[in-house]
């Protein structure tokens, strides 16, 4: 035992020669560290497979019409929560009308203004901020039409003067996202965020994503690059190039607030060749189509956090029911969940979209009749 002592003691002093006490408690900060982020990244790839929503709430208000006004029906995320609208419309026995607001403020406002001309029950907001158009909402508000957003603020709840605004954590999105990049690198990751300053949700995505990184002892932020989600295809290219000329190997992840940022750097990965084809993206995003088959194909895409799209149609039209009931909004703010080629095959994988097998249809049916 004295020996072992003397040996252990003589190993300590050596380690703290090396590194100092102060780089012996990063060492200790860093293991944690990265166990915390493969214990929370197993936990997000897990099935959804129990519904964990709303149980109770008003019978459905029979025959009535409400308008979704999307901020661009060319984004993945918008048209997949407009068609879960329709659906949930459908069940619950309402008419929809979808209005485009093609990607600009200018075409929001109108189709707005169109939407509160119409005198529906209810408004829904596909994927803007609802600050932008507080005017629109306020005036809605006033002429007793409740509005229900999805990705209308940072976060989920009665924010902004919406009646509830439905999304998964904008904070736990990005937060697994980046701690994927940790696991995979062994908490070595460099790592590139993209984000897109229109939108505060973005922000709070990119700014989340940053601090997991600055927390990773081994890893290195190597930067934050604003670029428009509405003009990826034009920028993302020579963005990439410029970014693999700055960085060289010392890039092996990207963290994109949406998978837009992935869709147009395939081939200038490809063609440059080296480490550049084995950079690791992940999205802290909606889960597009397209991210869905580069994940399954091994090419271009590590991982998305996705939005249960569909599912979050049927709840904008049951908060909308609520709100048409006198009720409070459910409160409820869907889970988690990481999306990679080891799982992609569950939840609605193999039709490219994140529909969780949680029997959530059945559940508002149940609340509504």
Avoid at 149 to 158: L, V
Avoid at 288 to 302: D, H, W
Wanted: proline fraction near 3%; include cysteine; hydrophobic fraction near 40%.
């Amino acid at each position: 035992m004295k020996n072992g002592f003397h040996f252990t003691r003589r190993a300590l002093t050596a380690a703290i020669a090396a590194v100092g006490l102060a780089g012996l408690a990063g060492m200790a900060h860093a293991d944690d560290f990265l166990a915390l982020a493969k214990q929370k990244v197993t936990a997000a790839t897990a099935s959804k497979t129990k519904w964990d929503g709303p149980t109770t709430g008003p019978k459905a208000v029979a025959d009535k019409t409400i308008v979704f006004v999307a901020s661009d029906m060319r984004n993945g995320g918008v048209l997949g929560v407009s068609k879960g609208v329709e659906e949930a419309a459908k069940a619950i026995g309402w008419k929809v009308r979808v209005l485009d607001g093609q990607g600009s403020v200018q075409g929001r406002t109108a189709a707005f203004n169109q939407a509160i001309a119409l005198k529906p029950v209810g408004i829904l907001l596909g994927g803007f901020d609802a600050k932008e158009q507080a005017t629109g909402v306020k005036a809605a508000t006033e002429s007793k039409i409740p509005v229900v957003g999805w990705h209308a603020a940072k976060e989920a709840g009665a924010v902004d003067g919406m009646f509830f605004n439905v999304t998964t954590n904008a904070q736990d999105v990005a937060e697994i996202a980046a701690l994927h990049a940790v696991a995979t690198s062994n908490g070595k990751a460099g790592v590139v965020v993209f984000t897109d300053s229109a939108y505060a949700v973005a922000i709070a995505k990119s700014n989340a994503m940053a601090e997991v990184i600055k927390k990773c002892v081994g890893c290195t932020l190597l930067g934050i690059e604003d670029t428009p989600l509405a003009d990826t295809s034009n920028r993302m290219p020579q963005l990439t190039t410029s970014l693999i000329q700055r960085h060289g190997a010392k890039w092996t992840h990207s963290l994109g607030i949406n998978d837009l940022y992935f869709d147009f750097m395939g081939p200038t990965l490809q063609s440059a060749g080296g480490t550049a084809k084995d950079l690791k993206n992940l999205s802290g995003g909606d889960g597009s189509e397209s991210a869905y088959q580069r994940i399954r194909n091994n090419r271009f895409q590590a991982g998305t956090v996705p939005e249960p799209l569909n599912l979050h149609g049927w709840q904008m039209v049951d908060e909308i029911n609520r709100a048409l009931a006198g009720q409070k909004a459910s409160g409820y703010s869907t889970p988690v969940h990481l999306v990679t080629a080891d799982n992609i095959k569950g939840d609605g994988g193999p039709k490219n979209s994140f529909d969780p097998d949680n029997g959530y249809r059945d559940a508002y049916k149940k609340i509504w009749k």
